[in-house]
């Protein structure tokens, strides 16, 4: 159940994310905004599942060289699995809102780097030094974290029901 | 073996190596009918998503441009004035033209095919920079052809193709390059992109007699693009004395964001 409604919610997400791409152009990743989340509350292999699932449908769509959103996808969110569940056990919307910020900042690094990579060998007609600003990973930053605090409430409802829903389950 | 898929990194590693593994099988084109399958159930779904949100953009926009509209409306009218005067001396042209055609015993060029396509898809973090549209290698869309839209207006050339759908480099993306020829001095210059915004012609020989609104048109010189594909509208003119080319910023007369229906322009 609990990875049904996830992969529900990455679909629609991405969905999400096309969608209003249109109108906010390179400002946020909802996606990626809510696998953060997925990562700090669930557990690992469902975040792996969700990130591997969340990151082939953006390639698929991306113009970008296939791999390149899977591979950031589910290192970042590993990660942040990882140190958020040892470090915090119910973590508050400013801990949520400080990873958020982090991982943005590492994804932005990574993702670039990455497709400089994939690119040389794959699309070698897209420059993407035109895409390294200042004030484009600010934007995302800022777009990021206010989608967080958007998404952040609706994921805490989600999340609530799904342990609430488990623990049901393994009582019956 | 349980103890092994119970350590989360080692989960992690293999999760990686699927992801290579994936990665590698893309590369030799074995993905194809997945990622095809993909396509057919997503890209319905993208068009009513981007039909939802035009038709939210639609009515915030009606609301905000109530005065903009009565200034573009007057704007129009005088352009209507205009071009109607415009295309009288057209018509004459054209039969002019006609008669001097028959006269050389030109030939006229194989008329193209025009493939209809549906915009379905956009770039997730580079939208101004690339399309999907729904129409693919079965449709006989080829790499590198042109795309425009109905009325002969350039919006970008296509960079992949897969069974039915097709990814379309706009030439608003920074690495766009299309040679242009401005319609009134006949002068050549290199349209680029700009970041998905709008459009530059460099390259422009400083003796040319720009103005603006003067039309460009594509020059012909790329193999997939035929001469006199409408680019733009010249909006910004920018000369010095120092400098051995003009520039010009181009307005397209389409507008990026709101791209619906596009045609692939193949030689038949």
Known sequence: MKLFVGILLTISTVIL???????????????????ISWAIFQ??????????????????LSMTPFGLFIITFVIITFLINVISHSLFSEPKLYVILIITFIATVIYFSFYWSLAELLIIWEYSFIDLSNFLSFQLLAGKILGNLIAQIILFKVFWK?????????RQIEIS | MKKLFQNKFWIFAITLFFVVGIIVLNYFQIMDSVKDSLYFVLLP?????????DSIAESFAILISIQDLNRENQKLSEE?????????????????????KEALDFTEKEEARLIPGNISGLDPENPGDFVIIDKGREDGVEKDLAVIVSDGILIGRVIEVDKRSSKILLITNTESRVSGIVQDSRARGIVKGEHGLGLRMEMIPQNALLKAQDIVITAGLEESLPKGLIIGKIWEIESSDNEIFQKASIRS????????????LKNK
């Open chain 1, 158 to 166: 989600v999340s609530t029901w799904l342990k609430l829903y488990e």
């Open chain 2, 45 to 53: 779904i993208q068009k009513i998503s981007f039909k939802i949100g």
């Open chain 1, 43 to 60: 557990d690992y292999k469902s975040t792996l599942l969700l990130a591997f699932t969340g990151g082939f449908i953006l390639d698929i």
């Open chain 2, 80 to 100: 209507v004035r205009e071009l109607t005067v415009k295309n009288v001396k057209t018509e004459e042209l054209k039969r002019e033209n006609q008669a001097l």
């Open chain 2, 253 to 264: 007369p389409i507008s990026f964001k709101s791209l619906e229906i596009v045609f692939v």
């Open chain 1, 17 to 35: 994310q096309i969608t209003l791409v249109k109108y906010f152009p390179s400002l946020f990743n909802i996606p990626f905004v809510f696998l």
